[in-house]
Structure formats: structure tokens, C-alpha cells
């Protein structure tokens, strides 16, 4: 009997030969995918229609190339990635738990109370613009409250626990790092351990690993089917999981190679909280160099290289994490991560079409003028013997016994 493979090891054994660059991010209810030339959100609603919505996405490359040197890139792909995930959740929580008015007519109906419908549809129409914005409102406070939260829980609240543990940053700078980089990483699968007991993330995960059943799907060049899809691994070698998880590593290193101790003694820093709270501050500004980095080595290289056994090596933490934030979901939620990958990849395809067509307008008149028959010559109404043209005022005088 064969022994049936895991899906850590069918993700590595069963990429896809077609590499796409296409990414996606599971929702409320939805997915969103990402391509070169936009995003498209596909939301499952009430009513068990998908609404997919998507939108251009604009490059920044021609005015501000800097922003996509190496190290750069990653910072800017970070916020890119940070803010987008924020306008397709908006939109998955508006189109998830939408109005319910066609549920209320038909019970109204039912019941023979459906007098003032029409009524409480109207005003249900004029305050949508209120609930909308109250809605996005709600959403930026909670992204506020949310990155709060991870800085308290993953930079400060292992700081605070390391300073208690190992003493003095300056005292014991290595045993510090790890030791703090370690308590991150634990209260990172704590905190993705915990949260996934909720119903609402149970089925979040569902749709991530939708997300990586349709990109496999395509990937494979099969059909954008949900039996197509179903066949494949909830895991992903090029999930962001694994950058999440490379950040957490690149970061005890960074943090120990920066001269935190020189800048201490030379401000004369006191022990204590002084201390304690210049290391947060630090641990905080260099963020944006640790992602730039954890991007290089992730996107850039491990991506471009994925048959490397070092890549393996790099990925498997975050592979491991997949474990987590994956879990098998049903044909309708693999339907909304098709129909997201779709209108991403139509966009694609004619957008490559555009770019065909303006890179061969010579050849296509060339063909052209191969189909063009020939010009009719001149023709006489008897045999002459051919006379020269004499040019008069720039134009041609052909013999009176000839027709044009």
C-alpha cells in the first residue's frame, strides 16, 4: 500500500511548471487576488451570489524609481500589501454581511405584513452612504487598535519579558536577542494558534487555503474548476506566511549586529526603563530594514530559485505555519477564490493582447498589402506602340488613344 504524502511535502514535489506572480490574501467570506495590472475581490453574500469587484492597480516606477531598489522594494511591497489588504477587507465586510432587505421583504411577504416595505426600503437606500462611512470608520479604528496590538504583542510585551529573563540589554546583547526573538516567535504561533479557535477566522483560513488550491490549479494549467483545485495541497511554497516568519528570524540577527550598545554608552543611558524603552524604540525603527531584507531573501531569491534545497531549508518554518492559517476548504469557497483569480488573469490576458497589437503594427500593414490585389494596369483601345510620357506641371500626359 502507498503510503499517501503529506501536503508539506506534495506543496514542494507538486509545484506547478507555470510560475505565476499572482498573490492572493484570504477574507471576511472572500478572496482577494492580485496581479500585475489590478486586484479583484470576490466576496460570497448573503443571499449565496459572489460579488466580485476589482480595481487598477498604479505603478509609482516611472516617477519614483527609487522605491523599487533592492532592500527599498521590500519596505514599499509591505505597505502596498498592508493598505490593499485593508480596502479588500473593507470590501469583503460591506458585501459579507450586506443589507439584508431582500430577506426582510420576503418574510414580510410571508406574513402579510409587507405594507410598508417599500417605505423602509427607501429609507434603507438614503442612510447606505451613512453605514458605509460608519463602516469605514469602523475599519480604520480597528486597523489602528490591530497595529497597536502587534506592537505591544510582538515587540514590546518580548522585550519587557527578555529584560526580566537576561538582565541588561548591554550586559548580555546576544543572549538578549535570541532569548527576545524567541518569545516573538512563540507568542506569533500562540496568537495564530489562538485566534484560529474562532469561527469567523476558521472560515478566513478555509478561504487561504482556497487561495492556494486555485493558484495551484493554474499553476498546473488545469482548468479554473473547484473539482480541478480540490486536488491539490492547501499548502504553498510562496505564501507570505513564510516572509512573516523570516522576518522574526532576520530580525534577531539585524538586532544584533546594530551598535545599539555604542549608541548607549555614548548617551550614557541609565539601566532600567530609560534602557528598556530605547531598545523598543530601536527594535521599532529598524522594521523597515529587516523587511527589506526578509523580502530579498523570500521573494526575490527563494522565489526565483525554488528547487534550491536551501530554499527548502529557508521555507520550511514557514511552511510548517501553513499548518495554521490553512485549512481545507469547500467547493463555494474555492468558487470565490476562482472567480478573484479570473478577473485578475482576463485583465492580464488583455492587457498582453493590447501590448501584441502595438508591437506589430508594421508587420500587420506589411500583410496587408500582401492581400491587396494587384493595381490594374493601363489598357488601350487598340494596340499602339507605347509612347513616352512627357512631365508637364508635375503631372503625367498620357496618349489621347489610352484610358486610364
Sequence with gaps: MTKQKSDLSRAFSEDGAIKTHVGGQALIEGVMMRGKYNWAVAVREPDGAIYVEEHDLTSGKDKNGWMYWPLVRGCRALVESLMLGFKALEIAALHAFGDEEGEQKAAAE???????????????????????DFGHREMVISMVVGLVL?????????????????GEYDDHTLAWNIVDGLLRVAVFVFYIWLIGRMEDIKRMFMYHGAEHKAIHCFEHGLPMTPDNARQFPRLHVRCGTAFLIMVMVIAILVYTIFP????????????????????????????????????????????????????????????QMQYLTTHEPDDAQMECAIAAMQAVLAREDAEEAKAAAKTAPTASRLTLLRLLPPAPSISCEKPVVPAKPRLIDRTLEFPRNCSR
Design 150 to 166: 502587534g506592537v505591544v504583542l510582538f515587540i514590546v510585551a518580548p522585550a519587557a519579558i527578555t529584560n526580566l529573563i537576561v
Design 110 to 132: 410571508a406574513t402579510d405584513e409587507a405594507v410598508d416595505y417599500e417605505t423602509t426600503l427607501t429609507e434603507n437606500v438614503e442612510s447606505r452612504e451613512e453605514e458605509a
Design 260 to 319: 545599539l550598545n555604542a549608541i548607549i554608552s555614548g548617551f550614557g543611558v541609565p539601566d532600567g526603563m530609560p534602557k528598556l524603552v530605547l531598545v523598543i524604540v530601536a527594535r521599532i525603527v529598524l522594521m523597515p530594514v529587516i523587511a527589506g531584507i526578509s523580502y530579498e531573501i523570500t521573494v526575490r531569491w527563494a522565489g526565483s530559485h525554488p528547487d534550491n534545497p536551501l530554499v527548502k531549508v529557508i521555507l520550511w518554518p514557514g511552511m
